[in-house]
């Protein structure tokens, strides 16, 4: 079974710009969930979308969104590009069931704002 | 606001020896508790999860503990290998009002060296 994949791996860009960043959840995943690594803060939550739905959404500011399309791959997207906002982005993807579900990692897209 | 928190940054164990990492949180509301092992610039990987009706879970060389009442939660690795040298977060999931199954909250992660 295939896990969870990132696309792209690597991205430079310039502050201002806007990025967007794909997640292919593990088949047969409804939920997919983002999560921001930096040096100083960590693995902080971004958002999480089941079924299409945003569902859960952390501390971010709006310049942070996302979506989730029908085959339950998601994108985020990051307006307004700003030096902070380098770092390691990951999703995870789980079934989203209500009892003990675990979620699943990707290989992470490094986001490099110059 | 912390309210995961893994107190020791470091741990250094010797091939062979028990490694014991640890974590506290402080929210009642969580009901589901999961160590990851990770890499830099790799995504976690998946290692032994708890739910909070049970107090320990086994799988091969690794051991989850739950002790609710102190909100404490610890894996032992035993025998600990080189392999293992990686950096451990401990993550936490709440049940309160049953929308936040997709959220995780994480600890500052313990970097373990096991030397040979």
């Known amino acids: 079974k295939a896990g969870v994949t990132q696309t792209p791996r690597y991205l430079i860009k310039t502050r201002g710009q806007q990025v967007t960043l794909s997640c292919s959840p593990i088949s047969g995943h409804r939920s997919v969930s983002w999560y921001q690594q930096t040096p100083g803060q960590g693995l902080q939550f971004l958002f999480e979308?089941?079924?299409?739905?945003?569902?859960n959404k952390g501390n971010f500011p709006g310049r942070f969104s996302g979506r989730q399309f029908s085959n339950s791959r998601s994108e985020m997207n990051v307006s307004t590009l700003e030096l902070g906002d380098s770092a390691l982005y990951l999703c995870a993807s789980s079934r989203g069931r209500p009892e003990s579900d675990t979620q699943y990692f990707g290989p992470g897209t490094r986001l490099t704002v110059l | 606001d912390q309210q995961v928190k893994q107190n020791s940054p470091s741990l250094s164990v010797q091939e062979g020896r028990i490694s014991i990492l640890n974590c506290d949180y402080t929210n009642s509301m969580f009901d589901y508790f999961l160590w990851y092992k990770k890499y830099p610039a790799e995504g976690p990987t998946f290692l032994i999860s708890?739910?909070?009706?049970?107090d320990k879970n086994e799988d091969g060389r690794f051991t989850v503990f739950l002790n609710k009442s102190a909100k404490h939660l610890s894996l032992h690795i035993v025998p600990s290998q080189p392999g293992d040298s990686a950096v451990y977060f401990c993550a936490v999931r709440s049940n309160a009002g049953g929308t936040s199954y997709g959220k995780l909250t994480f600890g500052q992660g313990t970097i373990l060296t096991v030397h040979p």
């Open positions: 979308y089941f079924s299409e739905t945003q569902r």
């Open positions: 708890i739910s909070s009706i049970k």
